[in-house]
């Protein structure tokens, strides 16, 4: 029998289990602890996590970091239920002193793209001296902006999903696996 839930109004069927999830994650990274390799002490990397969604794939992140890094966070959001807004609302601002700093942005998911634009270019305006994007997720079909994706652990196609930090309307982010919506 497929495993559903059900939030709020909607109900979703397993997509991603967790062990997936994890391989994904550990691969990325490998990636990141090479291309970091020469952080130090007095040059760490920021790790900025969007909250709220991406706090559990930073934190997956974190246990298998091994360069200097300081954590940082912000908010900015686009979504509104089950889709974006196209509408950058900023929540928790970024951090203002990063100027000569290496920036890795962490995200949840990366779909149309309007927020990693956003926070690009706000990280371009504190004189960042090196921005990355790492996400979990990317919905390739739907991004189409010209901001790098450094690090994509999963692809998925232009599906609602909810679990493993991801919501749908504040429920659902303590679910270890991935659903997708049932359609």
Do not use: W
Not at 18 to 43: G, H, S, W
Request: hydrophobic share 40%; charged share 30%; with cysteine.
């Amino acid at each position: 029998m497929e495993k559903k839930i059900r939030l709020h109004d909607k109900s979703f069927r397993m997509f991603i289990p967790n062990e997936d999830i994890e391989k994904a994650i550990d691969a990325v990274a490998d990636r990141l602890n090479n291309d970091y390799a020469d952080a130090t002490d007095e040059d760490p990397v920021v790790m900025l996590c969007t909250l709220n969604g991406a706090v559990i794939f930073a934190a997956e992140l974190l246990k298998r970091i091994q360069f200097p890094l300081v954590l940082k966070a912000c908010k900015l959001s686009s979504y509104v239920g089950t889709s974006s807004t196209g509408v950058v609302k900023t929540e928790v601002p970024l951090p203002s002193r990063l100027e000569g700093k290496r920036v890795l942005i962490v995200e949840d998911i990366v779909d149309t793209g309007c927020t990693i634009v956003a926070m690009v270019d706000q990280l371009k305006e504190r004189k960042a001296k090196d921005i990355r994007v790492c996400t979990l997720l990317l919905k390739k079909e739907v991004y189409k902006k010209d901001v790098k994706l450094d690090y994509v652990a999963m692809e998925i196609p232009n599906r609602f999903i909810v679990g493993f930090g991801l919501d749908y309307d504040e429920l659902g982010r303590n679910i270890k696996d991935i659903y997708v919506l049932d359609e």
